[in-house]
């Protein structure tokens, strides 16, 4: 990471997964968008669950992508358009699902198709239960990805959405400890 940038006219993509923090990411979008970044956002089915694609769509003045196969738009193939046009793929929250199916290469949603498309610097924000988080398996799969050049901002600590929680490691980054992270980070 170096200096502060300008985000204006850069193009991010946000990637948001199925996880309860999935709400935090819109005042994301929209201190990217403020900041003069072009923003477009790929939901997972499950994320869609948490947060209505018509908000992301509404902050981010663009079209929400959730289906591969989705042609109603334009003719280009859109994982591949969004992958070459990107300038910075962020995936927040990442969930230990899309953090293994990157892991070992899987590419059957718009996400992880968008991600294996793509030359632009990858952030990671994973978030989600601390034992999930702590699994050896999910760590293994985050230092895999790190291996690869992926860059992965270390989640926060604290009470997770589980009342029965006590919390722990795994908890998403409040939005503008996030846009801060994007904001230093040099590409």
């Given at each position: 990471?170096?200096?502060?940038i300008s985000?204006k ?15 935090k ?40 992508y959730?289906?591969i ?10 994982h ?9 793929v ?8 899309i ?5 070992n290469?899987?590419?059957d949603?718009m996400?992880s198709?968008t991600v ?8 990671i924000?994973?978030a989600?239960?601390t034992?999930m ?16 050049n992926?860059?992965?901002?270390i ?17 998403l ?5 996030i846009?801060?992270?994007i904001?230093?980070f040099?590409?």
């Amino acid at each position: 990471m170096k200096g502060e940038i300008s985000l204006k006219d850069k193009n991010i993509v946000v990637c948001v997964t199925g996880g309860i923090a999935a709400y935090k990411v819109v005042n994301l979008v929209s201190m990217l968008k403020k900041q003069g970044a072009d923003v477009t956002v790929i939901l997972t089915e499950n994320a869609a669950k948490f947060v209505a694609p018509i908000t992301f769509q509404s902050i981010s003045s663009n079209l929400v992508y959730m289906n591969i196969f989705d042609d109603r738009y334009s003719a280009d193939i859109k994982h591949i358009s969004l992958a070459q046009n990107a300038d910075l793929v962020v995936i927040a929250p990442a969930t230990a699902n899309i953090i293994g199916k990157i892991a070992n290469g899987i590419a059957d949603d718009m996400i992880s198709t968008t991600v294996m498309a793509t030359n632009a610097p990858v952030i990671i924000v994973p978030a989600m239960n601390t034992a999930m988080y702590e699994n050896p398996i999910v760590q293994h799969n985050i230092s895999r990805l790190k291996e690869f050049n992926y860059t992965f901002m270390i989640p926060g600590v604290g009470s997770m959405a589980m009342p029965s929680e006590k919390g722990g490691i795994g908890r998403l980054p409040e939005p503008d400890k996030i846009f801060d992270y994007i904001n230093n980070f040099d590409f």
